[in-house]
């Protein structure tokens, strides 16, 4: 066993085993007394997850599987995020990336050629040396191009390090870059140290799997460097930057290809599992710690395994859960299987997608053995979340709620995300967010989770396109440690006909606050919340929620007592700009502007219409405070609840990292624009490898 893994080990029994019991017994969200692990952040940490356990044995359980570690550094960390500073309007959001400045772009962006990208529903990865503390030279995240890349020219497949603004100029800077001989349409993930990668390929409409051994100060972007081809049976020994392909075929040796399966590594087992496009789910051997080969069997359990005998039928990315043994992953024919990793038996669904075909992988919650998988169409007019049972039947449906309508032609349904009360309820209850009505404009959708991790309540959020366009992956992140109090945001984006006025009808990634309310919680004025029908409510007093959920009014402007908490209601969330003020001009009751401090200021206690005065007022800056226009009655309602930036084509599935506690770095998010950026950092029309942070975004 390597040194790492020996460490993980023992961090599994000894930290996790405190983390979590501590957590069961007392209810409380305990913080892990140790830190520095490394931390790989890809595609799979968003899909499979934990919910927290209620019992030891589910603890017992859990502890097995190395991603449950990992997700306890992410959900406990401490986090210190720079505060923004007073006269920085873009970042007086508290955790909000983007601010109204069209020109805003971000942190940085740096080129990954013209024409690339990592694709719609792909996603870059991130590696963190230490959990606890960035390094400018060895952390570093990684993105796929997806071009052909040439020696000595176009990479396919390219890491930054230097990412951060207290880094040694310049920031970022380049790595690695490589040819590895094919495209790379599919999501990278790393070994546990970080030293290796692995992914999938497709050269010649045939697809492989690759393993990458990489080397520090080694190419670039436009001047890549091809890594030496080894063996499996030599690519263990082998000098980086070296890597080792093989081949995908099929049950009868026939070579197929991998343009939509990333790979799922298991870091327990060494194993890992991908899926092609006639439809056979892949499992491979020793990959980054022994001698990389994929299982192959004549007699049962036979690999690899055909999910549909029907016909081929491309399949998604798949997702392996130790807790039930179990994989999952659906296909372009709208069907869901459930494969037992030891014995290879695979049960389908019913068909559950008549659209696009199920494009995303599935969330798994492992702790509570269920899955999420996103339909575009259902067949009865709408686009919909199904929810598995580890187990299920065949032919089973699951059970189902809708997040709009659909068409004939539907647009892709993305994963979504839950939130922050779902991970630490103890009993998988919260909320879940998707970005649905894959038959007309993007909308976000709330999805209510009760007990158990079932499907409830749906509510309608605000559409974030004006027509008809794809949507993103969405994320949500909890930053327990912003200024004024905790925060919490979803992320989503729009490939075109962004709402907001920045994105100027253009490719769009906006976020909306999404914290959730908690029963005898403390919260500070200003602070903000999404209750149950989709609005803001900000807090205008300092105190304590009561044990019960209020009854939250659908009025705007009301005021609401909680506890000894007061509640100010902002206003359903949308992706609109609020216009600003105006001299002379006639405002109605309810009426929002946006004043120059980023404040949402609500006209109240009048009735009709009133009229502002010549000169802008001095609004306040504090929650509930009212100011005097003329004949006009401003109430300051909180903070603007959502930010944006403009992204060409919109953007890849995002990657956040938001887990450092001290160094040079707060939290960034990372993503690939699906078009060619007009001005990315100092090149022009290419596609562009972007961090987007708390910190300046000007």
Request: proline share 5%.
């Given at each position: 066993?390597?040194?790492?893994?020996?460490?993980?080990?023992?961090?599994?029994?000894?930290?996790?085993?405190?983390?979590?019991?501590?957590?069961?017994?007392?209810?409380?969200?305990?913080?892990?007394?140790?830190?520095?692990?490394?931390?790989?952040?890809?595609?799979?940490?968003?899909?499979?997850?934990?919910?927290?356990?209620?019992?030891?044995?589910?603890?017992?359980?859990?502890?097995?599987?190395?991603?449950?570690?990992?997700?306890?550094?992410?959900?406990?960390?401490?986090?210190?995020?720079?505060?923004?500073?007073?006269?920085?309007?873009?970042?007086?959001?508290?955790?909000?990336?983007?601010?109204?400045?069209?020109?805003?772009?971000?942190?940085?962006?740096?080129?990954?050629?013209?024409?690339?990208?990592?694709?719609?529903?792909?996603?870059?990865?991130?590696?963190s040396f230490s959990s606890g503390t960035a390094s400018c030279a060895s952390d570093f995240v990684v993105f796929s191009t997806g071009l052909t890349g040439t020696t000595g020219g176009q990479a396919?497949?390219?890491?930054?390090?230097?990412?951060?603004?207290?880094?040694?100029?310049?920031?970022?800077?380049?790595?690695?870059?490589?040819?590895?001989?094919?495209?790379?349409?599919?999501?990278?993930?790393?070994?546990?140290?970080?030293?290796?990668?692995?992914?999938?390929?497709?050269?010649?409409?045939?697809?492989?799997?690759?393993?990458?051994?990489?080397?520090?100060?080694?190419?670039?972007?436009?001047?890549?460097?091809?890594?030496?081809?080894?063996?499996?049976?030599?690519?263990?020994?082998?000098?980086?930057?070296?890597?080792?392909?093989?081949?995908?075929?099929?049950?009868?040796?026939?070579?197929?290809?991998?343009?939509?399966?990333?790979?799922?590594?298991?870091?327990?087992?060494?194993?890992?599992?991908?899926?092609?496009?006639?439809?056979?789910?892949?499992?491979?051997?020793?990959?980054?710690?022994?001698?990389?080969?994929?299982?192959?069997?004549?007699?049962?359990?036979?690999?690899?395994?055909?999910?549909?005998?029907?016909?081929?039928?491309?399949?998604?990315?798949?997702?392996?859960?130790?807790?039930?043994?179990?994989?999952?992953?659906?296909?372009?024919?709208?069907?869901?299987?459930?494969?037992?990793?030891?014995?290879?038996?695979?049960?389908?669904?019913?068909?559950?997608?008549?659209?696009?075909?199920?494009?995303?992988?599935?969330?798994?919650?492992?702790?509570?053995?269920?899955?999420?998988?996103?339909?575009?169409?259902?067949?009865?007019?709408?686009?919909?979340?199904?929810?598995?049972?580890?187990?299920?039947?065949?032919?089973?449906?699951?059970?189902?709620?809708?997040?709009?309508?659909?068409?004939?032609?539907?647009?892709?349904?993305?994963?979504?995300?839950?939130?922050?009360?779902?991970?630490?309820?103890?009993?998988?209850?919260?909320?879940?967010?998707?970005?649905?009505?894959?038959?007309?404009?993007?909308?976000?959708?709330?999805?209510?989770?009760?007990?158990?991790?079932?499907?409830?309540?749906?509510?309608?959020?605000?559409?974030?396109?004006?027509?008809?366009?794809?949507?993103?992956p969405v994320i949500d992140v909890l930053n327990p440690n912003a200024t004024g109090g905790p925060a919490e945001w979803i992320f989503a984006s729009v490939q075109a006909s962004g709402t907001p006025?920045?994105?100027?009808?253009?490719?769009?990634?906006?976020?909306?606050?999404?914290?959730?309310?908690?029963?005898?919680?403390?919260?500070?004025?200003?602070?903000?919340?999404?209750?149950?029908?989709?609005?803001?409510?900000?807090?205008?007093?300092?105190?304590?929620?009561?044990?019960?959920?209020?009854?939250?009014?659908?009025?705007?402007?009301?005021?609401?007592?909680?506890?000894?908490?007061?509640?100010?209601?902002?206003?359903?969330?949308?992706?609109?700009?609020?216009?600003?003020?105006?001299?002379?001009?006639?405002?109605?009751?309810?009426?929002?502007?946006?004043?120059?401090?980023?404040?949402?200021?609500?006209?109240?206690?009048?009735?009709?219409?009133?009229?502002?005065?010549?000169?802008?007022?001095?609004?306040?800056?504090?929650?509930?405070?009212?100011?005097?226009?003329?004949?006009?009655?401003?109430?300051?309602?909180?903070?603007?609840?959502?930010?944006?930036?403009?992204?060409?084509?919109?953007?890849?599935?995002?990657?956040?990292?938001?887990?450092?506690?001290?160094?040079?770095?707060?939290?960034?998010?990372?993503?690939?624009?699906?078009?060619?950026?007009?001005?990315?950092?100092?090149?022009?029309?290419?596609?562009?490898?972007?961090?987007?942070?708390?910190?300046?975004?000007?």
């Amino acid at each position: 066993m390597s040194g790492n893994a020996a460490r993980f080990v023992r961090l599994g029994v000894g930290l996790v085993g405190l983390v979590i019991l501590g957590c069961v017994l007392t209810g409380q969200a305990a913080k892990p007394a140790r830190q520095g692990i490394p931390l790989p952040t890809d595609w799979s940490h968003s899909h499979l997850i934990f919910s927290q356990p209620n019992s030891v044995e589910q603890l017992a359980r859990l502890e097995e599987d190395p991603r449950f570690e990992q997700q306890l550094y992410r959900r406990y960390q401490a986090l210190r995020l720079p505060a923004a500073p007073e006269d920085d309007a873009e970042s007086a959001s508290q955790f909000g990336f983007w601010g109204r400045n069209p020109r805003s772009q971000g942190l940085w962006q740096q080129t990954l050629g013209a024409g690339a990208t990592v694709g719609a529903g792909n996603f870059p990865a991130k590696f963190s040396f230490s959990s606890g503390t960035a390094s400018c030279a060895s952390d570093f995240v990684v993105f796929s191009t997806g071009l052909t890349g040439t020696t000595g020219g176009q990479a396919t497949i390219a890491a930054f390090n230097n990412l951060y603004t207290g880094c040694t100029a310049p920031v970022p800077a380049v790595y690695w870059a490589y040819n590895t001989g094919g495209q790379i349409l599919t999501s990278p993930v790393f070994s546990r140290d970080g030293s290796q990668i692995a992914f999938a390929q497709t050269s010649g409409g045939l697809g492989y799997l690759v393993i990458l051994k990489w080397k520090a100060s080694n190419g670039t972007v436009g001047a890549s460097v091809a890594p030496t081809s080894e063996t499996p049976a030599t690519y263990f020994g082998c000098t980086a930057p070296c890597m080792t392909t093989i081949a995908l075929e099929d049950g009868s040796l026939i070579p197929t290809n991998d343009v939509s399966s990333s790979v799922f590594y298991n870091y327990g087992g060494d194993i890992a599992w991908v899926g092609d496009s006639r439809g056979w789910l892949h499992q491979f051997t020793g990959v980054f710690l022994g001698t990389p080969a994929e299982v192959r069997t004549a007699t049962a359990p036979i690999w690899p395994v055909q999910m549909n005998a029907g016909g081929p039928l491309q399949l998604a990315s798949a997702v392996y859960d130790h807790g039930s043994g179990n994989v999952f992953v659906g296909d372009q024919g709208g069907f869901f299987y459930e494969v037992n990793a030891t014995t290879a038996v695979v049960t389908k669904s019913a068909q559950v997608d008549f659209g696009t075909g199920i494009v995303a992988g599935p969330i798994v919650d492992s702790s509570i053995g269920v899955a999420y998988v996103f339909s575009s169409n259902n067949n009865a007019g709408n686009a919909s979340v199904y929810r598995f049972k580890s187990g299920f039947a065949a032919g089973s449906a699951g059970a189902k709620v809708s997040v709009g309508a659909t068409a004939a032609t539907p647009k892709p349904l993305y994963e979504g995300a839950l939130d922050s009360a779902y991970e630490s309820s103890g009993t998988a209850t919260g909320a879940l967010y998707v970005c649905g009505h894959t038959g007309g404009a993007p909308t976000l959708y709330r999805i209510a989770i009760t007990a158990g991790g079932v499907l409830g309540a749906v509510r309608a959020g605000p559409a974030i396109a004006s027509a008809t366009t794809a949507c993103s992956p969405v994320i949500d992140v909890l930053n327990p440690n912003a200024t004024g109090g905790p925060a919490e945001w979803i992320f989503a984006s729009v490939q075109a006909s962004g709402t907001p006025g920045p994105c100027a009808a253009g490719g769009c990634i906006m976020n909306f606050r999404s914290l959730p309310w908690t029963a005898t919680t403390g919260y500070s004025i200003g602070q903000e919340i999404l209750d149950t029908r989709f609005q803001v409510e900000v807090a205008t007093s300092t105190g304590t929620s009561a044990a019960a959920r209020p009854p939250w009014s659908a009025a705007k402007g009301t005021i609401l007592t909680d506890g000894t908490v007061t509640w100010l209601n902002q206003g359903a969330v949308t992706a609109a700009t609020p216009a600003t003020w105006l001299a002379n001009h006639v405002y109605a009751v309810g009426t929002e502007i946006l004043d120059t401090n980023n404040n949402i200021q609500l006209v109240t206690a009048a009735v009709g219409t009133r009229t502002s005065g010549a000169s802008a007022p001095t609004f306040s800056t504090v929650p509930g405070i009212t100011t005097t226009d003329n004949t006009v009655t401003w109430t300051n309602a909180g903070s603007i609840a959502t930010w944006n930036l403009s992204s060409t084509g919109g953007t890849s599935g995002m990657i956040i990292d938001n887990t450092v506690t001290s160094g040079v770095s707060g939290s960034q998010i990372y993503f690939s624009t699906l078009g060619n950026q007009p001005t990315c950092g100092a090149t022009t029309n290419v596609g562009c490898a972007t961090q987007a942070s708390q910190s300046a975004l000007k």
